[in-house]
């Protein structure tokens, strides 16, 4: 079984790459001082390559947000009514292993030891989830305040800012 990898993304990555002026859908890296966990699909297919992805946990995903969007978790305290609890693929960004940076999950935490046992006895489907949505965004069927995937991507390949 493989190991879920729940990391932080180093503040590096968004500067060198601009992100958050190019692409307004980008979850903020840290919020009220805490960084934003992300859950690390390794080597999902996209143009004709191999490329690591980052999902974003999401406690308010909006309740009329489509259900190929986003990978449910059980619900947490912060969840409002209505709103869905997930990793939201719509977020997911790829990225360089380079920028990964430990990220302390509350294994003391009943509600996160149930996510993340969760996440790992669903793994499987968490992958083929994503992929499925890699593969609907390539073809050009993008939800609405999706992140560009193809400028990030290029920028990465290319090795530069944009």
Not at 24 to 33: D, L, R
Not at 80 to 107: E, Q
Not at 109 to 121: C, G
Not at 131 to 144: E, L, M, T, V
Request: overall charge positive.
């Amino acid at each position: 079984m493989l190991k879920v990898r729940i990391v932080g993304i180093n503040n590096n990555f968004f500067t060198k790459y601009d992100l958050y002026n190019v692409d307004s859908e980008i979850m903020p890296n840290e919020t009220n001082g805490h960084k934003r966990p992300y859950v690390i699909v390794l080597r999902l297919k996209y143009a004709g390559g191999r490329q690591d992805f980052a999902i974003p946990f999401r406690s308010n995903i909006s309740g009329n947000c489509n259900k190929l969007d986003y990978f449910a978790l059980p619900p947490r305290s912060e969840t409002k009514p209505r709103n869905r609890h997930g990793l939201h693929f719509a977020k997911m960004l790829p990225i360089d292993k380079a920028y990964f940076v430990k990220y302390n999950y509350p294994t003391n935490n009943a509600n996160a030891t149930l996510t993340l046992n969760y996440i790992q006895k669903n793994f499987g489907r968490l992958v083929q989830e994503a992929q499925s949505y890699i593969d609907r965004f390539a073809k050009g069927n993008r939800p609405p305040l999706c992140v560009d995937i193809d400028k990030i991507y290029g920028a990465i390949k290319a090795g530069e800012s944009f």
